[in-house]
T-cell receptor
Framework: NAGVTQTPKFQVLKTGQSMTLQCAQD?????MSWYRQDPGMGLRLIHY???????DQGEVPNGYNVSRSTTEDFPLRLLSAAPSQTSVYFC??????????????FGPGTRLTVL | AQSVTQPDIHITVSEGASLELRCNYS??????LFWYVQSPGQGLQLLLK??????LVQGIKGFEAEFKRSQSSFNLRKPSVHWSDAAEYFC????????FGAGTILRVKS
């Protein structure tokens, strides 16, 4: 199993550009989530999904969109990038719909810089 | 809403010395508690978790943590630290959502 994969590993954007961070898992996990990690702030939940077709907002959803058309994939879209979105982004998955109460399996992260 | 506090931003210990990383949480009911470790440039990996039962839980890599309800704490311990333990450690609590602490960076002196 590849586990949770994320692409790209690194990305530089200009303010106002849009892009999609890709996340895929091959463990048939129902719960998937996106976090951003900023120094001194730990990980903050952006969006999450408890299954295909179901998404919900986390703590810091503004400026981000998600969709979940399949169990495997959970892309994160930045609609109009801002310097405040410079961060490291982690995708995670968990095996039950109560994913936040179970072990999270993390991808390797995407380091995004917005100029 | 729940919250997590990791009071120590950085900790330095000598190789072979014991380690304790502090974690305090705020939640009205019995929480689900986790410790994760992040090596540089990597994602997070689960070290251990507490849901119920025995308040002393064992994890991977020789780590253990003790849940103390009266102190709202879930401190991580290791009897003898190895240089490979240098990493950032995150405590997390799941109540109605999963919340991570700000992390503690562990440096190991040889």
């Amino acid at each position: 199993n590849a586990g949770v994969t994320q692409t790209p590993k690194f990305q530089v954007l200009k303010t106002g550009q849009s892009m999609t961070l890709q996340c895929a898992q091959d463990m048939n996990h129902e719960y998937m989530s996106w976090y951003r990690q900023d120094p001194g702030m730990g990980l903050r939940l952006i969006h999450y999904s408890v299954g295909a077709g179901i998404t919900d907002q986390g703590e810091v959803p503004n400026g981000y969109n998600v969709s979940r058309s399949t169990t495997e994939d959970f892309p994160l879209r930045l609609l109009s990038a801002a310097p405040s979105q410079t961060s490291v982004y982690f995708c995670a998955s968990s095996y039950s719909r109560q994913g936040d109460r179970n072990e999270q399996f993390f991808g390797p992260g995407t380091r995004l810089t917005v100029l | 809403a729940q919250s997590v506090t990791q009071p120590d931003i950085h900790i330095t210990v000598s190789e072979g010395a014991s380690l304790e990383l502090r974690c305090n949480y705020s939640y009205g009911a019995t929480p689900y508690l986790f410790w994760y470790v992040q090596s540089p440039g990597q994602g997070l990996q689960l070290l251990l978790k507490y849901f119920s039962g025995d308040t002393l839980v064992q994890g991977i890599k020789g780590f253990e943590a003790e849940f103390k309800r009266s102190q709202s704490s879930f401190n991580l311990r290791k009897p003898s630290v190895h240089w490979s333990d240098a990493a950032e450690y995150f405590c997390a609590v799941a109540g109605n959502k999963l919340v991570f602490g700000a992390g503690t960076i562990l440096r190991v002196k040889s």
